[in-house]
């Protein structure tokens, strides 16, 4: 079984999202998905979340592609790509943060995962940062 895995903070959980999630889906037979912690998302991104990380877990789950919805390790970012063991990692199209090492690290753990990046969905309509704003 091939398993697929895609990170973020679905803060909050849009179309843009449901969108990524069936794009990612289409990779593999099952999807992990690793929702950003509360206190990584003050660290990165500069603003409290809008919803507590396990409402937003909750609401993952909720969606039909997706077969697992787990938080992320508040310390080392990358050990749950250890845990899992994905096949394939799919980025968003507009996804920075812990992607430029990600390659190196998945060589440390000797993991050949394959590293798709997804397309936008309407960005223009569906990007967290201008519903926040709306």
Known sequence: MKKVMVFGSFDPLHKGHR???QQAKKQGEYLIVVV???ETIRLLKKHEPSQPEEVRRKRV???AEVDSAVLGNPGD???IIQQ???DI???GYDQSF???NLQKQ???FQLPVKIVRLLPHHPDRFKSSKLRKE
Request: aromatic share 12%; net charge negative.
């Open 89 to 91: 990692i799919c980025l």
């Open 77 to 79: 970012k990358y050990a």
């Open 19 to 21: 969108n990524l999630f």
């Open 106 to 108: 998945l060589d440390k």
């Open 84 to 86: 899992h063991r994905p």
């Open 61 to 63: 789950e909720e969606v």
């Open 36 to 38: 950003a912690r509360d």
């Open 98 to 100: 812990f992607v430029e």
